[in-house]
């Protein structure tokens, strides 16, 4: 057994529920929450580590603590970074300078592999954010210095650009690694006019990346191409090409035979309104081939065209559009998102994007069928498309917009002053609730937002969540009573692929409670039925916003929540108008302040809840968020309707135990399940199914609702539950004659009465 496995496996025996979930993947309960859903991946490294990630928000090293491990027993004692102190270690800065070579910050790597960017602090010492820093290029001073008729690589890193440089070849990157919105246009004006060669990382990021730089150069740079390097490995990039015997001049060689990218052409395709020329581009399935008879006389052949060169001539004619999101194909244009659902649309798109479609039909040829199918199957894939940016930007997320420069942040408070919180913890979490839809936190890991107010309506509940949702673009209304099939294809239709706000507004249940909404909130991917496409799924990276006054909730739904409490607001009569009319005249502004909200320091927590990752990333920023967090525990336990009901069930309960002749607080007592049923149902004056309340009282067992029983573990007894007392006298037993009990106490009570 490797020493890997050996880890695996001892990791693997302190944890529940575990099960194998595929070729060195493992789900389990994790120990750092109250986990029924098995939320806890466990995967075998390909470096020898071991991989441990809760997709309900744990960190890592709390998850370890509670079963008694460090990070340290995820490595081998020869990869562990020693320090001395158990944290990460740094090994290796980055400094990026301004033209003059003045510092501007720093990019530093950890290992285990993370990367933070930091600012040196007037007077000494770092700032650890690049807030009102200017963004340039890795090693500007020496770009600037090469001569600008050699070739310019653009890495994706640092060390790849260290490494070329030290082969006597310009190189820059641009900071923060790969992903959307980080590549500024501004990094492009530098490279204006030299000949660019963009090094692609083997993996959809990588890609993905280097065409945003391409389209981004497209017009600027002299010339520009796209280098894939032969034989990377999956992720691989230039520094395991050269690893691998590459030299600098096959690299240069390499450059030489890559015919340039299709990106180099300024692209016309999101400002040109349909049935617009296209300068005269065609995609055919034919090619026109000029042949001489024996006569001598020239002729005109078809030839019909390889599906290989057909998908190669749409790509290069459309900067490689349409996309898809499963096998659901999408175009990004002048008309915003739009869905090619059949042949027809496909068809239809390319006739005003590229300007001709010629077709011909017949032995040999593709059908436009037959390349609609096979487009859908190859084209660029994504999980999700978004019109707005998160942060930090979602793998596999198209994104329409790049990330703003970030905002001061007065526009947003600007906002948030024309509602009236109950407290200054609530402004606090108003300004959460505010940022949280930008949040590119792992996938089912918000927070729902419940917002009410004393006294009923007119406080602005609802008018709250209208702002939220107005500022992301607008929100999926659903009723709670709704089917969850029906609501999970409506989160999966076309109209709502660009939303990430859900509301539930002015909820009339007494008491909320929906299992099937609860597992939904969590669960980090959303699966269903779409239209046009069948099965589906997309990240669950959605905002719940729910309205309601006097929450009562069942113990999940309350512990999913933050109770938002606002009071009554002094309105004119045109508030409401003017509340819409600055969201959309400052859109953008306040965009811009989400964004600078998330490079404002993270302070420190004493400790961490459930949502961990959310509160390190978005309550670690908010004013007074040591109050924000306890006012949020508080509230929790306010409105959960089920651990008020457990007190009232346990109370009753006590009270017959007394009335039949037993010491509660001293004798365990055996009671059968139609006798704790109907006990149950007495104490909160319900009718429930003896079934179904006997799971959920099992179930209000094992959440901690209900102290005192516990499940009957002795079969030969029957189905029922076990009294426990505060107190267990040494040597006492079960006491298992409640029913003689009760008929002898109720014969008596009975002969009392006619008495």
């Known amino acids: 057994m490797t020493a890997t496995a050996t880890r695996i496996d001892s990791i693997l025996s302190k944890l529940s529920g575990v099960r194998a979930a595929g070729d060195g993947k493992w789900s389990a309960q994790c120990p750092g929450h109250d986990d029924r859903t098995a939320s806890l991946s466990v995967t075998e490294g390909t470096d020898g580590r071991v991989l441990v990630f809760c997709h309900a928000g744990c960190e890592t090293p709390a998850v370890l603590s509670a079963i008694g491990l460090t990070v340290k027993d995820l490595f081998t004692d020869a990869d562990y970074p020693q320090n001395g102190n158990g944290k990460p270690k740094i090994v290796k800065i980055y400094d990026y300078q301004d033209a003059s070579g003045g510092l501007l910050f720093q990019a530093v790597r950890y290992e285990p592999k993370d990367f933070r960017q930091r600012q040196p602090k007037e007077g000494g010492g770092w700032t650890w954010n690049l807030r009102g820093v200017e963004r340039v290029l890795y090693r500007l001073p020496d770009l600037l210095a090469d001569d600008t008729a050699l070739v310019t690589f653009v890495a994706a890193g640092e060390k790849d650009v260290d490494r070329l440089r030290s082969m006597g070849l310009p190189a820059t990157c641009n900071p923060m690694g790969e992903g959307p919105g980080k590549w500024q246009s501004s990094y492009s004006d530098v490279l204006a006019g030299r000949k660019v060669a963009i090094l692609v990382d083997n993996d959809d990021t990588g890609r993905e990346h280097a065409a945003r730089v391409a389209k981004s150069l497209a017009g600027k740079a002299a010339s520009i191409k796209l280098i894939e390097l032969p034989g990377l490995p999956e992720g691989g990039d230039v520094s395991d090409w050269l690893d691998a015997g590459g030299t600098a001049d096959e690299l240069l060689a390499i450059v030489e035979a890559t015919d340039e ?430 079934v179904a309340l006997g799971r959920m009282i099992r179930q209000q067992i094992g959440e901690g609702q209900l102290t005192r029983l516990r499940v009957n573990d002795c079969r030969t007894w029957g189905r029922g539950f076990i009294w426990t007392p505060t107190t267990i006298e040494p040597g006492s037993i079960v006491r298992r004659d409640i029913k003689e009990a009760m008929a002898s106490t109720l014969r008596m009570e009975g002969e009392q009465h006619v008495a």
């Open 261 to 690: 990218a299709v990106s180099a052409i300024p692209d016309k395709k999101p400002t040109q309104q349909i049935g617009e020329d296209s300068a005269g581009e065609r995609l055919a399935n034919y090619e026109n081939v000029e042949t001489v008879d024996a006569k001598g006389k020239a002729k005109t052949t078809r030839v019909p065209v390889t599906m290989t060169k057909l998908l190669a001539d749409l790509r290069a004619s459309s900067a490689d559009w349409p996309r898809r999101i499963g096998s659901a194909l999408f175009v990004h244009d002048g008309l915003g998102i739009s869905w090619l659902t059949n042949t027809a649309a496909m068809f239809g798109w390319a006739g005003s994007a590229i300007g001709k479609v010629d077709w011909a039909e017949g032995a040999g040829y593709v059908t436009k069928a037959e390349l609609f199918a096979e487009v859908k199957r190859t084209a660029t894939s994504y999980d999700a498309v978004e019109d707005l940016p998160r942060i930090p930007p979602l793998p596999r997320t198209y994104c329409t917009m790049a990330t703003p420069a970030p905002g001061d942040g007065k526009m947003l408070e600007k906002l948030i002053d024309r509602f009236n919180p109950e407290t200054p913890a609530d402004r606090s979490l108003m300004l959460a609730a505010f940022v949280t839809p930008m949040w590119g936190g792992p996938p089912g890991g918000n927070p729902v937002f419940a917002i009410t107010a004393k006294g009923g309506r007119g406080k602005g509940k609802t008018a709250f969540a209208d702002a939220v949702a107005r500022v992301y673009g607008g929100s999926i209304d659903l009723n709670p009573k709704e089917e969850i099939q029906k609501v999970k294809e409506r989160l999966l239709s076309p109209d709502a692929a660009t939303k990430r706000i859900i509301r539930l507004d002015n909820i009339k249940s007494p008491r909320f409670s929906s299992p099937a909404f609860e597992g939904l909130i969590t669960s980090p991917v959303i699966n269903g039925r779409k239209m046009y496409v069948g099965d589906a799924s997309r990240p669950n990276s959605m905002t719940w916003l729910l309205t309601l006054n006097g929450p009562s909730m069942s113990t999940d739904m309350s512990q999913r929540c933050v109770v938002i409490a606002l009071a009554a607001p002094k309105r004119s009569g045109s508030w409401q108008d003017e509340t819409n009319e600055l969201i959309d005249d400052n859109r953008e502004a306040l965009i811009a302040d989400v964004v600078g909200f998330f490079e404002r320091p993270q302070q420190h927590f004493g400790g961490f809840t459930r949502w961990a990752t959310w509160e390190r990333d978005i309550l670690a920023r908010v004013p007074g968020h040591v109050e924000a967090q306890a006012a949020i525990a508080v509230r929790q336990s306010e409105t959960d309707a089920e651990g008020e009901e457990g007190d009232v069930v346990e109370d009753y309960f006590q009270g017959q135990l007394k009335r039949f002749g037993y010491d509660p607080d001293r004798e365990e007592v055996f009671l059968p399940s139609a006798v704790t049923c109907d006990w149950y149902n007495r104490a909160t004056n319900e009718r429930r199914n003896s």
